[in-house]
């Protein structure tokens, strides 16, 4: 059974970057057919995806935190990290990190899909 | 951007209860739609991909329906395990997008 989890600091100063790593466990994130991706989601609050990153390295990112956000892959550790720079209070959230099925446009153009295993997900607070 | 409006917000039905939740995109993602249950204090789990398909493990009462911009989650009848909220994903090319969610409770 694919196991993912989220780790890295609970508490991060506003105008500071937030760093978190994905631990895939029970399966290799340097496969095809599958992306890797950051969702957040604040207290109390609905889904927001972050960004995906491909096995081969190509980056999707949320137009909202593109000019803040950073996701890559460390295959030799099988995991994947994100950076969030410039942080706010209004990115206090739980943060997930999930499995996504690639989609295949007209046979042949690739894209993230749905999530299929998620992490527990780590709760990031954004305070002096 | 491709948003999605649930509707309703939140609902409450009593055991066996049939109740529909609906997520409509502002434009046509074709079958690109995807489901997901969050129990209360729990991580999204994954229910239905590609419009209708169940995720492996997912109980029959659970189906889904649509196409184009208009998409639909049934439960065919209520159960005290289905307390959760419901939220629709777009996937029709990034970026990727979640509707607000449906909160469904018990009468």
């Known amino acids: 059974q694919l196991q993912l989890q989220e780790s890295g600091p609970g508490l991060v100063k506003p105008s500071e970057t937030l760093s978190l790593t994905c631990t895939v466990s029970?399966?290799?994130?340097?496969?095809?057919?599958?992306?890797w991706g950051w969702i957040r989601q604040p207290p109390g609050k609905g889904l927001e995806w972050i960004g995906s990153?491909?096995?081969?390295?190509?980056?999707y990112y949320s137009p909202s935190l593109k000019t803040r956000v950073s996701i890559s892959l460390d295959t030799s550790n099988n995991q994947f990290s994100l950076h969030l720079g410039s942080v706010t209070a209004a990115d206090t959230a739980i943060y997930y990190c999930?499995?996504?099925?690639?989609?295949?446009?007209?046979?042949?153009?690739?894209?993230?899909?749905?999530?299929?295993?998620w992490g527990r997900g780590t709760l990031v607070t954004v305070s002096s | 951007d491709i948003q999605l409006t649930q509707s309703p917000s939140s609902l409450s039905a009593s055991v066996g209860d049939r109740i529909t939740i609906t997520c409509r995109a502002t434009?046509?993602?074709?079958?690109?739609l995807a489901w997901y249950q969050q129990k209360p204090g729990k991580v999204p789990e994954l229910l239905i991909y590609?419009?209708?398909t169940l995720q492996s493990g997912v109980p029959s009462r659970f189906s889904g329906s649509g196409a184009g911009t208009d998409f639909a989650l049934t439960i065919s009848s209520l159960q005290p395990e289905d307390v959760a909220t419901y939220y629709c994903?777009?996937?029709?090319?990034?970026?990727?997008?979640f509707g607000g969610g449906t909160k469904v409770e018990l009468k």
């Open positions: 994903q777009n996937y029709n090319s990034a970026p990727l997008t």
């Open positions: 590609a419009t209708y």
């Open positions: 029970s399966g290799s994130i340097g496969r095809s057919t599958y992306y």
């Open positions: 434009q046509g993602i074709s079958n690109y």
């Open positions: 990153v491909y096995y081969r390295g190509n980056t």
């Open positions: 999930a499995r996504q099925r690639e989609i295949l446009y007209f046979g042949e153009i690739s894209s993230p899909g749905y999530f299929d295993y």
